[in-house]
């Protein structure tokens, strides 16, 4: 097994003692990514539609940046501080994935770091 660590310069910077993503065999986990803007070094806050189309966009330069896409996600965790946001992100959700869903489990947490709305973590596979 060949674990591979990468920070990436594109990518929103870890806020903790983190990695961004980490490889292990065809397995790529990439951390909990909210709605932090690279460019600014700040997050996007307002209505939960920003902040989710934020956070999938972190998630898709991130993957980009190592040669993946989009479509080899296999599992998505989402962390929502209200579930009454869940129709909103799930319209957000399904217009980053097209048909082609990963697997997926949507969780209420009762606070999120920065007091963000969202938090996404996904795993993907080097296989397709």
Known sequence: MIKRISNLEKAPRAKGP?????ESSNLVFVS???????????????????EAKQAFNNVRVILESIGLSIGNIVKVTLYLSNMDDYEVVNKVYAEFFGPFYPARTCV?????????????????????
Do not use: C, H, W
Request: proline share 7%; net charge negative; aromatic share 8%.
């Open 108 to 128: 209420e947490v009762r606070r999120l770091p920065f007091d963000t709305k969202i938090e996404i973590d996904v795993v993907a596979s080097r296989e397709s």
């Open 18 to 22: 983190y990695s961004i993503v980490v």
């Open 32 to 50: 909990g990514q909210g709605p932090m803007d690279p460019n600014k070094e700040d997050f996007v806050k307002g209505f939960v539609e920003e």
